[in-house]
């Protein structure tokens, strides 16, 4: 595509030249545009120019935000990084463990050599559209391979190995024999929780498939040593013969294509939510899959799931997002994903007091969702959507919780601690019991309006003084 340069980029690319330098665009920008997409942020690399002269000229074009400390990255706005060209060295433990030090006068190919993949180390000028591409990363591009640039350089930082995983998903890209069997030799356990969950968050929402990139993290060997609760799905049998290879590793990837095109319409932190649910659904199945009469069997398993998603969460260092509770969320729609299926069996039955009940647990909207990707997650990957096991229940699941108003949150509490104070009540134990059990009158559509919630309290009140 024609890549649309921002004016900012190119007046500094003139003033860079003026003082007799060389101003590239770098990295995922240039890698962007070879694959027609526009990038959205920007990274320059400057040549031929002093760090102090660098700077002068960066003060010109606003206020300028420095980053680091022995290497600095210029911040120019939200979308645009300016630095000088740097050589990277290993100096100890860890991801960040690196001396970085720029050096205005290193040629292309050796700036160029210390990134991750080939599709990444390529370079062009926006003042002339000249392509500078020392290691063949537009060849990589058009094949469809993801190659790592040195592999003297490639294993001092473990984070690529996740990185791979992550391209591969996003891009449907292949991965280079090589950088397989170089992945496969470094160890993770070097990794902080904030950066694997960086690029597990981008396997999970920038990838159209994420089950591409998780079973790259597999062959990659990153499964094994950062998610032994994925790693314990492998083999295990699934209940339904629905795939000629039904384990419940594959029906997991599934689940998560599926759960991927659910979610487009909500909010960041409810998407991160759905994804990290139908990723832990049948964490309990590996402890609680048996053979009964002849049949596989899972009895439990959506308790038993409870404990490996909690891990795994903490391995992620999943929290709150956005004041959303999203470890909470998981940990519940994982223990109830079988609900929607268990009130469709029962619909005759159920009231909507169930309804109500479960909407304090969780979010009944994203409930469904991940209840309806583990349905048609039943379905293998080569049969076409029109032909896709239904969810039935899960449809009927989410018509009732919205005919309720729960689909989002549970009922409002009608009586609080404020009407009963009004009423003469002191503050104390027994008014907490009788805002709970009025709720759970609520809950079950016995109390409609203040004036009945002020008589069940009245009510609960004689009872107990009773007794």
């Known amino acids: 595509m024609s890549l649309r340069v921002p004016k900012k980029i190119l007046k500094l690319a003139e003033s860079v030249q003026r003082a007799g330098g060389r101003a590239l665009l770098v990295g995922g920008c240039v890698r962007d545009a070879l694959m027609n997409a526009q990038p959205k942020d920007w990274d320059v690399e400057v040549y031929g120019v002093e760090p102090a002269r660098l700077r002068e000229l960066i003060a010109e074009f606003g206020s300028v935000n420095a980053v680091g400390e022995a290497f600095t990255v210029y911040k120019l706005g939200a979308d645009l990084d300016v630095s000088l060209p740097r050589r990277e060295r290993k100096a100890g433990r860890g991801h960040r463990a690196f001396v970085v030090e720029g050096d205005p006068s290193m040629t292309f190919e050796e700036s160029a ?24 990363g537009r060849r990589d591009i058009e094949r469809k391979l993801l190659r790592h640039v040195s592999g003297e350089t490639f294993a001092e930082d473990s984070l690529r190995v996740l990185r791979a995983a992550q391209f591969a998903a996003r891009f449907e890209f292949d991965v280079d024999l090589q950088t397989i069997e170089l992945c496969r030799r470094i160890n993770l356990d070097d990794l902080p929780a904030e950066r694997i969950w960086g690029e597990m968050e981008k396997l999970l929402l920038r990838a159209e498939r994420p089950s591409i990139g998780l079973m790259w993290l597999d062959e990659l060997g990153a499964t094994a040593q950062l998610f032994p609760e994925i790693e314990a799905l492998k083999g295990v ?30 909010p960041y932190a409810k998407q991160v939510t759905v994804l990290l649910a139908a990723l832990c659904h049948d964490f309990g199945k590996p402890a609680t899959t048996e053979l009964i009469e002849g049949r596989i069997r899972s009895r439990g398993h959506d308790e038993a799931g409870v404990a490996p998603t909690e891990t795994l969460l903490e391995c992620l260092n999943i929290h709150t997002i956005n004041g959303y509770h999203v470890r909470g969320q998981v940990i519940e729609l994982v223990r109830a994903h079988l609900k929607p299926g268990e009130f469709y069996k029962k619909r005759d039955e159920v009231t909507d007091g169930a309804f109500r009940r479960l909407a304090r647990r969780c979010e009944l909207d994203l409930l469904y969702r991940v ?9 293998a990957d080569w049969v076409p959507p029109e032909k896709w096991h239904g969810a039935e229940a899960q449809e009927w699941f989410i018509e009732r919780a919205r005919e309720l108003s729960v689909e989002h949150a549970p009922p409002p509490m009608i009586l609080m601690g404020r009407h009963l104070q009004e009423m003469g009540w002191t503050p104390s134990p027994r008014m907490g019991e009788a805002l709970r059990h009025v709720y759970e009158l609520q809950l ?22 009773a007794n």
């Open 113 to 136: 050599r210390r990134r991750d993949f080939t599709i990444n180390a390529i370079m062009q000028d926006p003042l002339t559209s000249e392509i500078i591409d020392p290691y063949n």
């Open 237 to 266: 049998p699934q209940e339904a013969e629905w795939h000629p290879e039904g384990t419940v590793d594959i029906h997991t990837n599934l689940v998560v294509d599926r759960a991927r095109e659910l979610i487009d319409d909500l």
């Open 371 to 379: 209840a309806r990707a583990d349905s048609l997650g039943r379905n």
């Open 444 to 465: 079950d559509g016995r109390v409609r309006t203040l004036e009945e919630a002020k008589r069940a309290a009245q009510e609960f009140a004689r009872n107990d003084s």
